[in-house]
T-cell receptor, first 114, second 116 residues
C-alpha cells in the first residue's frame, strides 16, 4: 500500500538535545511538507520541499532544520534552539507543490520535551 | 495574506441529526478549498475539495460542502451524523504564494462531539 510513514509515534527529548523525526513516502510525490500542530492552533507550516536537494522555510522555521537527499525521505530535526518543541508533528506529501494538489498526511509524531 | 476562519471551536450534535461546520476565508481571488478530518492522535484525511465548476461538492463519508463566493464561505454539511464522525475538522485554502510555490493555509479546526 502506498502512503506516508512517520517514526517514531512518540518521542521524548531532554532539553538541550537535538532530535530527528523521520518521514518516508512511497507515493512517488515530488513535494513534501512538515507541519506543527498545537491544541487550538491548527496546522502551521515549518518547511516544505518541492524537489530533491531543495527546500524552503515555512511560517515557523526557526529552531528546525530539514534535508531532502532522496525523493522518498524528508527528515525534520528539532534543534535545541526551538524554544517550545513539545507538539504533534505531521508530515505530508503531494504530487507537486501546487495548491490544487491534495496533500496526503502521515500519522504524526508526538514530541515531548522533558 | 490569505486566512481561514472556523468560527466554532467545538460543536455538539446528537447522533442522527444534521451537521454544518462553518468556514470563511480571506483571499483576493477564488482559492482552492479543502476539508480534512483528523481522528485523535492521527494524521489528516481529505474529505472533499473544490477547485472550480459546480459549487456543491460531494465528498467521502456522506459529507458535502458548498462554495459561496459572495460570502467567502465553504461550509461542510452532513444530513445525518454517526458516532464515528466525532473528530477534528479542518478547512484549508490553497493559494499561490509570493515565494513561487503553493501551499495550504489551515483554519484552527472545529472539534465535533456526537451525543448519543
Amino acid at each position: 500500500d502506498g502512503g506516508i510513514t512517520q517514526s517514531p509515534k512518540y518521542l521524548f527529548r531532554k532539553e538541550g538535545q537535538n532530535v530527528t523525526l523521520s518521514c518516508e513516502q512511497n507515493l512517488n510525490h515530488d513535494a513534501m511538507y512538515w507541519y506543527r500542530q498545537d491544541p487550538g492552533q491548527g496546522l502551521r507550516l515549518i518547511y516544505y520541499s518541492q524537489i530533491v536537494n531543495d527546500f524552503q522555510k515555512g511560517d515557523i522555521a526557526e529552531g528546525y532544520s530539514v534535508s531532502r537527499e532522496k525523493k522518498e525521505s524528508f527528515p525534520l530535526t528539532v534543534t535545541s534552539a526551538q524554544k517550545n518543541p513539545t507538539a504533534f508533528y505531521l508530515c505530508a506529501s503531494s504530487q507537486r507543490a501546487l495548491s490544487y494538489n491534495e496533500q496526503f498526511f502521515g500519522p504524526g509524531t508526538r514530541l515531548t520535551v522533558l | 495574506a490569505q486566512s481561514v476562519t472556523q468560527p466554532d471551536i467545538h460543536i455538539t450534535v446528537s447522533e442522527g441529526a444534521s451537521l454544518e461546520l462553518r468556514c470563511n476565508y480571506s483571499y483576493g481571488a477564488t482559492p482552492y478549498l479543502f476539508w480534512y478530518v483528523q481522528s485523535p492522535g492521527q494524521g489528516l484525511q481529505l474529505l472533499l475539495k473544490y477547485f472550480s465548476g459546480d459549487t456543491l461538492v460531494q465528498g467521502i463519508k456522506g459529507f458535502e460542502a458548498e462554495f459561496k463566493r459572495s460570502q467567502s464561505s465553504f461550509n461542510l454539511r452532513k444530513p445525518s451524523v454517526h458516532w464515528s464522525d466525532a473528530a477534528e475538522y479542518f478547512c484549508a485554502v490553497g493559494v499561490r504564494s509570493g515565494g513561487g510555490a503553493d501551499g495550504l493555509t489551515f483554519g484552527k479546526g472545529t472539534h465535533l462531539i456526537i451525543q448519543p
